[in-house]
């Protein structure tokens, strides 16, 4: 099924009342992690393309071949694409769908997390080495033991830990573990059930593997329930990020099929975490996927749209915009488009 392009005047409109534009319009470019390093803003985008594959559930059509990082001096600086810096051909185990990154920085290392389809169409999540934030990276031979599903992203706490939050369901294969044990005939929970959780592990100190068992993290409702699988505005669905403020853990998500970017709040890295509400309405396109990242005293939030492609899913482009919180510590949610 070919996706229909939005009318030139509903995107003029959009542009219009967009709060931000496109970091870049000369490639596609989607679910930015963005980090400062080293006094500059990082970004590691998933770098869209027309693959050329029919639209699907499962995603088939984000065909994704390779990263770019883009890299910002302050957030006023003009966004630099520095290249190609891992392609899939250059990943062993890898055979296809670069999904969303992340990086990390340790000890003078940069290392890129990436999720991939094997030559089995399962996903797992591999991580690449440079001595440079940019790149280029190399992968290592083999994905990280014990990993699957999608979207990685890697918080380091102040104690100098760091963690992978990874799942997405649907394509993201997710609803086929429990326990971190592949099921190929098992589905979500039902909608009475508690909804699946992200995943959490925390990473070894080469930052190469897992130190410990994956495990599910519990997202609470108002009265510490589990959020159900049935509650689609507010369920976990894909795209992980934590970030840490006045001591509180942020992790925000999509809610995939209802188009929200939503956030809980716990008092350390596993959760619980207990619902707090929207950072993002819907954005143009049916992705939504962010980081939360300060640059000095200001938090901003990096997200993705599709209305540079004219509304087309699988291509996207990153944009940011600054992300308030108030004294309560909630997050003030953003409305992409004025
Ligand atoms: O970019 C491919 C997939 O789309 C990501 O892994 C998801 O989070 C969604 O943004």
């Not at 891992?86 to 003078?108: F, I, S, T, Y």
Request: with cysteine.
């Amino acid at each position: 099924m070919a996706e229909e392009l939005l009318a030139p005047e509903v995107v003029a409109d959009y542009k219009a009342r967009a709060i931000s534009q496109p970091l870049v319009e000369h490639i596609y470019t989607a679910d930015p992690s963005a980090h400062v390093f080293n006094g500059k803003i990082y970004i590691y985008p998933s770098h869209d393309i027309e693959a050329g594959i029919p639209f699907n559930d499962n995603g088939d059509h984000f065909g994704m071949e390779d990263y770019h990082v883009i890299s910002l001096d302050s957030p006023d600086s003009p966004a630099v694409d520095n290249g190609v810096a891992l392609h899939v051909k250059d990943v062993p185990w890898a055979q296809r769908q670069m999904w969303a990154p992340d990086a990390a920085h340790k000890n003078g290392k940069y290392y890129l997390y990436f999720p991939a389809k094997r030559a089995d169409d399962i996903f797992q999540i591999g991580v690449a080495v440079s001595d440079s934030p940019t790149g280029p990276f190399t992968a290592e031979p083999e994905a990280i033991k014990g990993s699957y599903s999608i979207d990685p992203a890697v918080f380091e706490d102040d104690d100098g830990n760091y963690y992978m939050y990874l799942g997405g369901i649907w394509g993201g294969q997710l609803q086929n573990y429990r326990n971190n044990q592949y099921h190929a005939d098992l589905g979500e929970p039902a909608d009475h059930e508690p909804a699946l959780g992200p995943i959490i592990a925390r990473l070894s100190d080469d930052m190469k593997e897992f130190a410990e068992e994956p495990r599910e993290i519990q997202i609470l409702d108002e009265n510490g329930q589990p959020l159900l699988a049935g509650d689609h505005d507010r369920r976990f669905f894909e795209a992980s990020w934590v970030h840490k403020h006045n001591g509180l853990y942020y992790f925000s998500y999509s809610t995939g099929n209802t188009h929200f970017l939503c956030y809980a709040t716990g008092d350390n890295p596993y959760g619980p975490f207990t619902y707090r509400g929207q950072i993002l309405t819907p954005v143009v396109g049916w992705t939504t996927h962010h980081s939360v990242c300060k640059y000095q005293d200001q938090w901003y939030l990096f997200y993705h749209d599709s209305v540079l492609s004219q509304g087309i899913t699988h291509l996207r482009s990153i944009k940011m915009a600054p992300l308030t919180h108030k004294a309560d510590g909630s997050i003030e949610t953003i409305d992409p488009y004025r």
